[in-house]
Nanobody, 115 residues
Framework: QVQLVESGGGLVQAGGSLRLSCAAS????????MGWYRQAPGKQRDMVAVISSGGSTGYADSVKGRFTISRDSAKKTLYLQMNSLKPEDTAVYYCNIKQAGMNDWGKGTLVTVSS
């Protein structure tokens, strides 16, 4: 099992930026996919961005061009740079890793975007 700890959330005005980090501990296999998901109040958890161990990325249409996912494998850390934030980006953001049939989640970090 991998432990994931998110940080970097907070309150920001619309148009602002935040950078989320996710520190992983435990065994990380060479083939994996890490990602950021978010869940707004009363809504389901949705994918925001994913990145494979090979560096391929994918984004939800709602964040394309505004968010950038990256990873530092040596530091076992995942990042999400969020620019041009909108009130509809308000949610709890969760870090996830899928590997070897396992699926681990962090506890989340709250991002609140005020209008």
């Amino acid at each position: 099992q991998v432990q994931l700890v998110e940080s970097g959330g907070g309150l920001v005005q619309a148009g602002g930026s935040l950078r989320l980090s996710c520190a992983a501990s435990g065994t990380i296999f060479s083939i994996n996919v890490m990602g950021w998901y978010r869940q707004a109040p009363g809504k389901q958890r949705d994918m925001v961005a994913v990145i494979s161990s090979g560096g391929s990325t994918g984004y939800a249409d709602s964040v394309k061009g505004r968010f950038t996912i990256s990873r530092d494998s040596a530091k076992k850390t995942l990042y999400l740079q969020m620019n041009s934030l909108k009130p509809e980006d308000t949610a709890v953001y969760y870090c996830n890793i899928k590997q070897a049939g396992m699926n681990d989640w962090g506890k989340g970090t709250l991002v609140t975007v005020s209008s």
